[in-house]
């Protein structure tokens, strides 16, 4: 195998899995199910394999079956819930009302001192103050605190300024209500007017 054949195999196998990985769908690997990380390795170890051994059209039809598989299975869950529940699983409430579920703590293999890793990452300190936690099929932990340990909105503190008459009904504050996201925004209207001009 000389140096160009090599470059262009390693070419059409970075193309070809470059597209099948978009098409399979973008996550980080703390996002991902089973199902995906079993894709994502799959899809590696398949595609280092020709360059020294089989063709690069069998790699690529090979990739491109497993892809089509791993997108089946993706809308059978959608339609599905027995298929959403045998490949990606659902979410197992570990805290209710305050309360360690141990039972399920024990099915996740997850230890008390993990889940309080977890909930303390999170900026929560005490397993009381949770109303409901759940391991996600990620492996993430959602939870919702309850009413007396969420923190104050701003929202919270109008509706209190109103009741002592220090605002009026539906007064706006002054601050600033500029955000991360208004340079997206006002791109995106840039780009629409530009658009419209040259119809």
């Known amino acids: 195998m000389d140096g160009f ?4 195999k390693v070419l059409a196998i970075f193309i ?14 703390s996002q991902m199910t089973s199902g995906e990380v079993v894709l994502t390795i799959t899809l590696g170890t398949v595609l280092a394999n020709p360059i020294t051994s089989r063709s690069v059209e069998f790699t690529i039809y090979s990739v491109a079956f497993f892809t089509l598989f791993f997108i089946i299975a ?38 008390v001192d993990q889940l309080e890793i977890r ?3 999170n900026g929560v300190s005490r397993i009381e103050d949770v109303k409901t936690a759940t391991v996600e099929a990620n492996g993430k932990l959602g939870y919702e605190l309850k009413a007396s340990a969420r923190p104050i909105t701003e929202k919270d503190l109008e509706r209190v300024l109103e009741k002592h008459g220090l ?28 658009n419209e001009k040259l119809k």
């Open 5 to 8: 054949d090599l470059f262009l």
């Open 16 to 29: 070809a899995g470059s597209f099948f990985l978009r098409l399979s769908g973008r996550k980080s690997i």
């Open 74 to 111: 993706e809308l059978l869950q959608i339609k599905f819930n027995f298929f959403e529940k045998l490949f990606t699983g659902k979410s197992v409430d570990v805290i209710k009302d305050g309360t360690l579920n141990i039972n399920e703590l024990g099915k996740l293999r997850l230890t």
């Open 119 to 121: 909930l303390r990452e």
């Open 167 to 194: 605002i009026k009904l539906g007064q706006q504050s002054q601050t600033s209500s500029s955000t991360i996201f208004d340079e997206v925004k006002n791109k995106n209207t840039e780009q629409r007017n530009q």
